[in-house]
């Protein structure tokens, strides 16, 4: 069976770091790219952060360039979020999901973010 | 950054009617080179995780009912589920993922009227 399982999430206070995990099993983790989305309490989703299948390719949103790290071991079959200088507003539901892709005319191709796990929690209180 | 606008933020159909949410987003998500939006349309039901139910604007994920389906291209698209079920219930986002920031749409919450 294809899952992520996400884990590391808990209560930290304004300032603080965390590090979440995402364990991947049931497919070729080193062939995916790989998200980070975060849903606030009651809010919309947010997407995170991307990195490629090898590493090779990172992006972040604004808002947490310079302070998150995104980073995967393929090895262990494990994506991971570095979280420092947390805030209250960084307080969410934070899920790993899959970049599915496709060829298309020999071009590999993304469609979507097909597989997602279930979530880990970060509150940021004092 | 792209900005992903949806229309209406909340909808009442009554079962086995239709529903249509619309996206919009600020600038195309169309790649020249492959003629494909990079637009998926997600479903959230409450406590789970999103479920990509479109992607390429209008290509169904495998196992999506095909009920649901999605047209557009550019800069507007729509989400349409053909006839809606009570297992329908839920809140929908629109994605880009033409460019970083891979940005969503606000969402709609689809009621049962």
């Known amino acids: 069976e294809v899952q992520l399982v996400e884990s590391g999430g808990g209560l930290v206070q304004p300032g603080g770091s965390l590090r979440l995990s995402c364990s991947a099993s049931?497919?070729?983790?080193?062939?995916?790219?790989m998200n980070w989305v975060r849903q606030a309490p009651g809010k919309g989703l947010e997407w995170v952060s991307y990195i490629s299948s090898s590493s090779s390719t990172i992006y972040f949103t604004d808002s947490v360039k310079g302070r998150f790290t995104i980073s995967r071991d393929n090895a262990k079959n494990s994506l991971y979020l570095q979280m420092n200088s947390l805030r209250a507003e960084d307080t969410a539901v934070y899920y790993c999901?899959?970049?599915?892709?496709?060829?298309?005319?020999?071009?590999?191709?993304?469609?979507?973010?097909?597989?997602w796990g279930q979530g880990t929690t970060v509150t940021v209180s004092s | 950054d792209i900005v992903m606008t949806q229309s209406p933020d909340s909808l009442a159909v009554s079962l086995g009617e239709r529903a249509t949410i619309n996206c919009k987003s600020s600038?195309?998500?169309?790649?020249?080179?492959?003629?494909?939006?990079?637009l998926a349309w997600y479903q959230q039901k409450p406590g789970q995780p999103p479920k990509l139910l479109i992607y390429?604007?209008?290509t169904r994920e495998s196992g999506v009912p095909a009920r649901f389906s999605g047209s557009g291209s550019g800069t507007d698209f729509t989400l349409a589920i053909s006839s809606l079920q009570a297992e329908d219930v839920a809140v929908y986002y629109c994605?880009?993922?033409?460019?970083?920031?891979?940005?969503f749409g606000q969402g709609t919450k689809l009621e049962i009227k």
């Open positions: 049931g497919f070729t983790f080193s062939s995916y790219s």
């Open positions: 994605q880009q993922y033409y460019s970083p920031p891979y940005t």
């Open positions: 600038q195309s998500v169309l790649y020249s080179s492959n003629n494909k939006n990079y």
């Open positions: 390429w604007a209008s």
């Open positions: 999901a899959r970049d599915q892709v496709t060829m298309v005319r020999g071009v590999t191709t993304p469609c979507g973010m097909d597989v």
